[in-house]
């Protein structure tokens, strides 16, 4: 918002518009936007702070046409995963596809507070299913987590192994410093070791 005040938000439905303002409720709550304090939900006791409900516009079909050419293929009929209402972005005119939660590159998954086996189970679907979608397309594929660059169709199948191999690891741990330990060795380079791995591995493993 700073780099671009005048910015129109759009969400693909009224339930996504729900999950933000419920999640920038949380993010206060906890101090985790304390950095960024013009993202805080404006209020009677902040008057400054955003508004989310007037600034967050719902689109009303699958599609957004930019206003400098161009076409935004939308799709929202995704089971719960990572986030109750996933999003991903088809732009044809680019061969290009933003996976928003569904993308991660070279960072660990997040399986916190929230992400069930179930959402589990369903993130990995819906990951088999858009490697099957895309592979003839080949498109160059923007993560919505960890690096950007040099990203196609083959990070699907890269997460889906990520993901069975945490659920063999979090079956088998004893502890969940071993199951850190397994997944660190498992996956030296990725980042946010420290928040997104730990966080999964404390929801899903008891000592």
Excluded at 11 to 36: N, P, Q, R, Y
Excluded at 57 to 81: F, M, S
Aim: no cysteine; hydrophobic share 35%; net charge negative.
């Amino acid at each position: 918002m700073k780099e671009s005040p005048e910015a129109k938000i759009v969400v693909a439905t009224e339930d996504i518009k729900k999950d933000i303002i419920s999640f920038s409720t949380f993010m206060e709550g906890i101090g985790w936007l304390d950095a960024e304090p013009a993202l805080k939900p404006k209020s009677k006791t902040n008057p400054s702070g955003f508004d989310y409900e007037a600034n967050i516009n719902v689109l009303d079909d699958d599609t957004l046409e930019l206003k400098g050419g161009g076409t935004l293929k939308v799709e929202t009929e995704y089971a719960p995963a990572e986030s109750d209402h996933p999003t991903t972005v088809y732009v044809e005119d680019i061969n290009s596809l933003f996976t928003s939660d569904f993308g991660y590159h070279n960072v660990h998954l997040w399986f916190g507070s929230g992400v069930t086996d179930a959402h589990i189970a369903n993130w990995r679907k819906a990951l088999v299913d858009l490697q099957i979608k895309y592979a003839n397309l080949s498109p160059i594929v923007y993560p919505g987590h960890g690096d950007p660059n040099n990203v196609d169709v083959g990070l699907f199948a890269t997460m889906v192994k990520y993901i069975d191999n945490f659920n063999r690891v979090i079956a088998s741990a004893h502890s969940r410093a071993q199951a850190m330990s397994e997944m660190e060795k498992l996956y030296p380079d990725y980042k946010e070791t420290d928040f997104l791995l730990k966080n999964s591995v404390d929801f899903h493993v008891h000592d």
